[in-house]
């Protein structure tokens, strides 16, 4: 099965409300995780990335939360914008030999005006 | 800087045939990946490469072969193309294990 997860597969929020997309891990080993933005007919684009000696860290209008107790990474983006609108994905990156990303299925934002 | 840039955009296969996607990065990273986009789902690992003459197996290889000659290109060859393997496809690069940046996709269709 999928080492991470999405709780909500899509997510409809007003604009100028507060988002927050949640990620599921199940590699406690995993030491790096990142957050992409996919719009429509695009590549994924890096939005920002915590690291797991780290519990939350800040980007312009985005905040990362990291619990390693129950294994969450979530996303939170502050008053949302209708070009906020995308698929977002977490990924997870476990050190094994030439480490790589592994991401989950994503959560759709659609965003309201 | 370009960043990573694919060809072609799009791609129409029959079943049987051959195409190589390609993919080039101009940001001297030293990986370089390529991942398939199912509808409704997350990507997944083909092949990566962690550098010129180093090339190696992601989730799902079968079906696909790839070569890294030069730090900047890192080719996608479909051998005998099924319908299974229409998908969108994404290269990515990045300077070591980390952020990786993706090119805008080829979407391919087999016939």
């Known amino acids: 099965g999928e080492s991470v997860g999405l709780h909500l597969p899509t997510l409809s929020v007003q604009e100028g409300d507060n988002s927050i997309i949640n990620c599921a891990y199940s590699?406690?080993?995993?030491?790096?995780f990142i957050w992409y933005k996919q719009e429509s007919g695009k590549g994924p684009q890096f939005i920002i990335d915590?690291?797991?000696?780290?519990d939350k860290r800040q980007g312009q209008r985005v905040t990362v939360l990291l619990n390693k107790t129950v294994k969450h990474l979530s996303l939170q983006i502050a008053a949302t914008q209708p070009g906020d609108s995308a698929v977002y994905f977490c990924?997870?990156?476990?050190?094994?030999?030439?480490?790589?990303?592994?991401f989950g299925k994503g959560t759709m934002l659609l965003v309201s005006p | 800087n370009a960043g990573v840039t694919q060809t072609p955009k799009f791609r129409i296969l029959k079943i049987g045939q051959s195409m190589t996607l390609q993919c080039t990065q101009d940001?001297?990273?030293?990986?370089m990946y390529w991942y398939r986009q199912d509808p409704g789902m997350g990507l997944k690992l083909i092949y990566y490469?962690?550098?010129?003459?180093?090339?190696d197996k992601g989730e799902v290889p079968n079906g696909y072969n790839v070569s890294r000659s030069t730090t900047e290109d890192f080719p996608l060859r479909l051998e005998l193309a099924a319908p299974s393997q229409t998908s969108v496809y994404f290269c990515?690069?990045?300077?070591?294990?980390?952020?990786?940046?993706f090119g805008p996709g080829t979407r391919l269709t087999v016939l």
């Open positions: 990924a997870e990156n476990t050190p094994s030999g030439y480490s790589t990303l592994t």
């Open positions: 990515a690069s990045s300077y070591a294990e980390g952020e990786q940046f």
């Open positions: 940001m001297n990273h030293n990986y």
């Open positions: 915590i690291r797991s000696n780290m």
């Open positions: 490469s962690v550098g010129a003459g180093i090339t």
């Open positions: 590699n406690s080993a995993s030491d790096y």
